[in-house]
């Protein structure tokens, strides 16, 4: 059984691999590293660290053992921080975001019932991007994201919002006269994809490889933003499946939204990290579910 400072004095030398900068970090002396190093490795009964007078990389064995510890140690510093969360109460900082416009006033309620229910939490807000969402959970300068559903690898909590979906297509397509669609149209034409980025499912479920019926759907070019990806709709490079507020949030005489009478609704709401499941946002997640309960 390793004991904690043991751990640590192994991860943090196989992340920075130099002996001096691993004794700084961690507040002691580099004879210190040096010992609690060799003594893991009479353990280990093999060399976890190949060592010169100028480089120290890990050995295989090394690196497989930095592989297998980092999500535990990951695990018990989430399960820490959930506990001193819980025993002082909801205070700190929580950072929460808002993808596409028609989110902000789902998040802005929220945030307004939290600080009211929880006047000593600072809430941060901020508006991601499409190329920034799954990296600003995972670093953690996102607590709580409002954006859609499906968003896999992540926590989906309770749907706030609701809309139907709609096919954006040029101002002058023909499809733009059709007063609904079917989810079949999307195999006649190419359909403008989302960055490489996004989530999966996501994708899956918003521009999907195959109809209902099994018909091939061709891809058209990719956009970096959802602006692009209309102005690419308007350009007439393809069309895109959207949700229902894009009407209204998104106007723009080049672009024509129709709706499509055979698609499931859109659903949106907070998505978030597992191994970040605090006090706070799971209170967050309870005031934005209170605060939105007459727009589901």
């Given at each position: 059984?390793?004991?904690?400072?043991?751990?640590?004095?192994?991860?943090?030398?196989?992340?920075?691999?130099?002996?001096?900068?691993?004794?700084?970090?961690?507040?002691?002396?580099?004879?210190?590293?040096?010992?609690?190093?060799?003594?893991?490795?009479?353990?280990?009964?093999?060399?976890?660290?190949?060592?010169?007078?100028?480089?120290?990389?890990?050995?295989?064995?090394?690196?497989?053992?930095?592989?297998?510890?980092?999500?535990?140690?990951?695990?018990?510093?989430?399960a820490v921080r959930r506990a001193v969360d819980a025993g002082?109460?909801?205070?700190?900082?929580?950072?929460?975001?808002?993808?596409?416009?028609?989110?902000?006033?789902?998040?802005?309620?929220?945030?307004?019932?939290?600080?009211?229910?929880?006047?000593?939490?600072?809430?941060?807000?901020?508006?991601?991007?499409?190329?920034?969402?799954?990296?600003?959970?995972?670093?953690?300068?996102?607590?709580?994201?409002?954006?859609?559903?499906?968003?896999?690898?992540?926590?989906?909590?309770?749907?706030?919002?609701?809309?139907?979906?709609?096919?954006?297509?040029?101002?002058?397509?023909?499809?733009?006269?059709?007063?609904?669609?079917?989810?079949?149209?999307?195999?006649?034409?190419?359909?403008?994809?989302?960055?490489?980025?996004?989530?999966?499912?996501?994708?899956?479920?918003?521009?999907?490889?195959?109809?209902?019926?099994?018909?091939?759907?061709?891809?058209?070019?990719?956009?970096?933003?959802?602006?692009?990806?209309?102005?690419?709709?308007?350009?007439?490079?393809?069309?895109?499946?959207?949700?229902?507020?894009?009407?209204?949030?998104?106007?723009?005489?080049?672009?024509?939204?129709?709706?499509?009478?055979?698609?499931?609704?859109?659903?949106?709401?907070?998505?978030?990290?597992?191994?970040?499941?605090?006090?706070?946002?799971?209170?967050?997640?309870?005031?934005?579910?209170?605060?939105?309960?007459?727009?589901?």
């Amino acid at each position: 059984m390793l004991e904690r400072y043991e751990v640590e004095t192994f991860l943090t030398l196989a992340e920075e691999l130099h002996f001096g900068r691993t004794a700084e970090r961690l507040r002691v002396s580099t004879g210190r590293v040096s010992h609690v190093v060799k003594k893991l490795e009479r353990q280990i009964g093999a060399p976890l660290f190949a060592r010169t007078s100028r480089v120290v990389r890990l050995t295989p064995i090394g690196r497989q053992l930095a592989d297998d510890l980092t999500p535990h140690v990951a695990g018990i510093d989430a399960a820490v921080r959930r506990a001193v969360d819980a025993g002082r109460g909801v205070t700190g900082t929580l950072r929460v975001a808002f993808l596409g416009e028609w989110t902000a006033p789902v998040l802005l309620r929220a945030v307004a019932l939290f600080s009211e229910r929880h006047p000593d939490c600072t809430v941060e807000v901020h508006e991601a991007q499409l190329s920034n969402t799954r990296a600003g959970l995972l670093d953690g300068s996102t607590d709580v994201l409002i954006a859609s559903y499906p968003f896999d690898g992540m926590v989906n909590g309770p749907a706030l919002l609701s809309e139907d979906r709609m096919l954006a297509v040029a101002a002058g397509h023909p499809l733009a006269r059709e007063r609904s669609v079917s989810l079949e149209v999307l195999a006649d034409h190419p359909v403008v994809q989302y960055p490489s980025v996004t989530s999966v499912e996501f994708k899956r479920d918003r521009t999907p490889e195959h109809t209902p019926t099994g018909r091939p759907v061709p891809k058209g070019p990719a956009g970096n933003t959802f602006s692009e990806m209309l102005s690419l709709v308007a350009m007439g490079r393809g069309v895109l499946p959207v949700g229902g507020h894009t009407r209204r949030y998104y106007p723009r005489p080049d672009v024509t939204y129709v709706p499509i009478h055979d698609a499931p609704p859109i659903e949106r709401g907070p998505v978030w990290l597992a191994s970040n499941t605090t006090t706070r946002v799971r209170e967050f997640v309870r005031a934005a579910t209170d605060a939105n309960s007459a727009d589901r």
